[in-house]
């Protein structure tokens, strides 16, 4: 799930999500090459802002990690924000990370559910279901993994929990719009 840099158990938030296999096949004097066609789908802006305040906050994290009663990764915990790129299908080939990530440099990690999640709220009629990723590493794609996904699960339900109780107010006011929470 994670590209690089980050630790078991980090949230990763899908700002924009991305289908990374839209695109043409071409051969290119033999070679095969993809020409990425994408339609990245990102976050309200008013989310976006708001979750970038946590980006250096470990102490939301630590409360997090101290809830736990299982083991815990080494390192701390921290969010990251920025393109993740879904697609269906599972990747045990280190070679098809690299592919990947040749279009998509900035890449946060890759999954499979959130960019169908993200454009059937963006293609819904108005007014549009709110929508944000909050998915934990568990497995580093080509490195796969069963050992963290229960903590993983938890870390990113209980950030999803933590963060949306605490902002819920300024991210949506009843008055937003004239529209009831």
Same mark, same amino acid.
């Given at each position: 799930?994670?590209? @690089?840099?980050?630790?078991?158990?980090?949230? +990763?938030?899908?700002?924009?999500?991305?289908?990374?296999?839209?695109?043409?096949?071409?051969?290119?004097?033999?070679?095969?090459?993809?020409?990425? =066609?994408?339609?990245?789908?990102?976050?309200?802006?008013? +989310?976006?802002?708001?979750?970038?305040?946590?980006?250096?906050?470990?102490? !939301?994290?630590?409360?997090?990690?101290?809830?736990?009663?299982? &083991? /815990?990764? $080494?390192?701390?915990?921290?969010?990251?924000?920025?393109?993740?790129?879904?697609?269906? @299908?599972?990747? =045990?080939?280190? /070679?098809?990370?690299?592919?990947?990530?040749?279009?998509?440099?900035? #890449?946060?990690?890759? *999954?499979?559910?959130?960019? &169908? !999640?993200?454009?059937?709220?963006? *293609?819904?009629? =108005?007014?549009?279901?709110?929508?944000?990723?909050?998915? %934990? !590493?568990?497995?580093? &794609? &080509?490195?796969?993994?069963?050992?963290? @996904?229960?903590?993983? %699960?938890?870390?990113?339900?209980?950030?999803?929990?933590?963060? #949306? $109780?605490? *902002?819920? =107010?300024? #991210?949506?006011?009843? /008055? #937003? @719009?004239?529209?009831?929470?």
């Amino acid at each position: 799930m994670a590209v @690089q840099n980050k630790e078991f158990g980090d949230v +990763l938030v899908a700002d924009p999500s991305v289908d990374y296999n839209s695109g043409k096949v071409v051969d290119v004097n033999g070679i095969r090459e993809f020409l990425p =066609d994408p339609y990245p789908i990102g976050l309200n802006a008013r +989310l976006r802002s708001v979750l970038q305040r946590y980006s250096g906050n470990k102490q !939301v994290f630590t409360r997090i990690r101290e809830r736990w009663t299982g &083991a /815990t990764p $080494k390192n701390g915990n921290r969010l990251h924000i920025g393109p993740v790129g879904a697609a269906d @299908q599972v990747i =045990d080939d280190p /070679t098809r990370i690299l592919e990947i990530t040749k279009n998509w440099r900035k #890449l946060v990690g890759v *999954e499979m559910e959130t960019y &169908a !999640v993200y454009r059937a709220c963006h *293609e819904s009629p =108005d007014p549009k279901p709110r929508m944000a990723s909050f998915k %934990a !590493v568990c497995d580093f &794609a &080509a490195e796969k993994t069963d050992s963290w @996904q229960t903590f993983a %699960a938890f870390m990113a339900a209980e950030f999803a929990v933590d963060f #949306l $109780k605490a *902002e819920w =107010d300024a #991210l949506w006011p009843t /008055t #937003l @719009q004239g529209r009831d929470r």
